[in-house]
C-alpha cells in the first residue's frame, strides 16, 4: 500500500512510456522528474519488485523466532524483489532506481512494523 501510494504521488513514468526508448513522453533524470512532480505516470517505486520485497518481513520474523533461520528469510525476501524486479524491467517497466527505491522503501516498513509487533530479542 505505501508503494501504491507513492506511485501515485510521484508521477513518474515507465521507462516504455520516454522517448529514448520508443514512447513519446520527454526523458528527465529520476530527481528532476521528482522535484517538478506532477506528471502523469504511475511508475515509481516499483509495484512488482514491492510484492517480493514485501517478504523481507521474514527475515524480522525470523530473527525473533528462529535466529538461525534469519539469513535464508532475508534471501527470499531478497531474492523476490530481485526477481520481479529484474523481470519488469527486462519489459521496460521499470529502471533499476525504481526497484532499489522500492526495496529501501519495503525495508524500512517492515523494520518499523517488526519493532512495533514484535517482542524484542534478548540474548
Given at each position: ?22 514512447g ?12 517538478q ?20 518481513a ?15 528469510a ?50
Open positions: 500500500m505505501l508503494v501504491a501510494l507513492a506511485k501515485q504521488m510521484t508521477g513518474v513514468e515507465c521507462p516504455w512510456n520516454l522517448q529514448p526508448f520508443g513519446t513522453q520527454v526523458y528527465l533524470p529520476l530527481l528532476q522528474q521528482l522535484l512532480g506532477g506528471g502523469d505516470g504511475v511508475c515509481f517505486p516499483a509495484g512488482h519488485a514491492s510484492a517480493g520485497y514485501a517478504w523481507l521474514l527475515y524480522f520474523a525470523a530473527k525473533t523466532a528462529a535466529p538461525r533461520w534469519r539469513y535464508a532475508l534471501a527470499v525476501g531478497l531474492g523476490g524483489g530481485l526477481l520481479f524486479g529484474l523481470s519488469q524491467q527486462l519489459r521496460g517497466a521499470h529502471f533499476l532506481s525504481h526497484d532499489l527505491w522500492s526495496m529501501v522503501l519495503c525495508w524500512y516498513a517492515v523494520m518499523l512494523l517488526a519493532r512495533l509487533m514484535l517482542p524484542a530479542h534478548r540474548n
